[in-house]
């Protein structure tokens, strides 16, 4: 198999910035036709703000829902996002549809603007008749083809890696797309993180590595994850951007996704993001995070709930 060629110094101009096109408007966000960037500008057009926040509403009503529904017995198992919506909306808008998606778990946000009917993802949830991976996946563990969603896998890590080989076939076969791959603070801690971002830099694929550091990788604190100040920075010893970001700001979220992607397909290579989050919620239905967090620290973050940030625009 012919090896993928190192491209050298970055290269400009290869491609112009593609915000959202019409395609990528997602059936679910039901964004109005104008709500796409004109060419040069980063921010989140004002007409696609109401959009946006319904998805984030649309996101959190299902959490509430699939919760009481595995409490029920209803559905198996469920891993919620509360509390990291405008990170996933605003990073999912600022794609477009041809883009590849590559999740870790916990990405219902990131779904529902690509437009993945709600009905699919009950279907697989439940695993009855209507599931489309047929019963072979985990619940919660979804994929879907026709809106470049890759199926999660639970291993920690391994979409890294895959993100970034994807990315360099596409620009072998002249496709101006790019990859991104979702994973969580904890997950900077994988073979795979390091391994995929190694060569990211070498090969300045055009990877969006978007971290929602939600402080928690379970029961383990952001704090004995690393010793780094940020997990941003990692990114230098890679040779590539790594960018800080307020992940409960809908528009910070979405212009700095917009300028990575932009550089992405201008041979500027790829960018580490840190959103930076909360789970208001526990890991994933198996667990109980009373045990191991303060009712302070969520009160805390509580006060910068992105829904209500979106709403009142704070
Ligand atoms: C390679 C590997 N190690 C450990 C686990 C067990 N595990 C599942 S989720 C998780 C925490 C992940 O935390 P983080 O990456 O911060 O993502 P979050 O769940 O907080 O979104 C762990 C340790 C796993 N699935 N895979
Ligand atoms: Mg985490």
Same mark, same amino acid.
């Given at each position: 198999m012919a090896r993928p060629e190192a491209v050298g110094p970055p290269r400009k101009g290869l491609c112009e910035i593609v915000a959202p096109s019409a395609e990528s408007v997602m059936a679910n966000a039901?964004?109005?036709?104008?709500?796409r960037a004109s060419p040069g500008e980063l921010d989140?057009? +004002? +007409?696609a703000w109401v959009a946006a926040y319904r998805t984030m509403v649309l996101a959190r009503a299902m959490d509430e829902r699939c919760l009481s529904l595995q409490r029920q017995g209803r559905i198996g198992f469920y891993v919620p996002l509360e509390g990291q919506e405008a990170a996933q909306v605003g990073c999912a808008l600022a794609l477009d549809a041809k883009d590849w998606v590559f999740p870790a778990y916990r990405e219902l946000g990131v779904a529902l603007v690509r437009g993945v009917p709600i009905q699919e993802l009950l279907d697989q949830f439940i695993g009855n008749s209507g599931d489309r991976l047929k019963g072979r996946q985990?619940?919660?563990h979804y994929g879907y083809r026709a809106q470049n969603f890759v199926v999660a896998s +639970?291993?920690?890590?391994?979409?890294i890696p895959q993100a970034v080989g994807a990315a360099l076939a596409a620009r072998r076969r002249g496709d101006p797309i790019v990859t991104v791959a979702f994973f969580g603070d904890?997950?900077?801690?994988?073979?795979d993180f390091h391994a995929g971002l190694n060569f990211a830099g070498v090969f300045r694929s055009p990877t969006i590595f978007f971290?929602?550091?939600?402080?928690?990788?379970i029961s383990m604190p952001r704090s004995r994850?690393?010793?780094?100040?940020?997990?941003?920075?990692?990114?230098e010893a890679y040779g590539f951007r790594g960018v800080v970001v307020d992940g409960t700001d809908l528009g910070q979220v979405y212009r700095e996704v917009a300028q990575a992607r932009a550089r992405a397909l201008a041979g500027e290579g790829p960018t580490l993001l840190e959103a930076q989050v909360y789970r208001?919620?526990?890991? +994933?239905?198996?667990?109980?995070p009373k045990r191991y967090r303060s009712d302070p620290e969520v009160a805390e973050w509580r006060r910068r709930d992105p829904l209500l940030r979106t709403k009142d625009g704070s």
């Open positions: 039901a964004l109005p036709p104008d709500a989140l057009p +004002s +007409s985990m619940p919660n +639970s291993p920690l890590g391994t979409q904890g997950s900077t801690s994988t073979n971290c929602q550091n939600n402080q928690w990788a994850q690393t010793m780094s100040p940020t997990l941003a920075e990692k990114a208001f919620g526990p890991h +994933s239905t198996s667990d109980d």
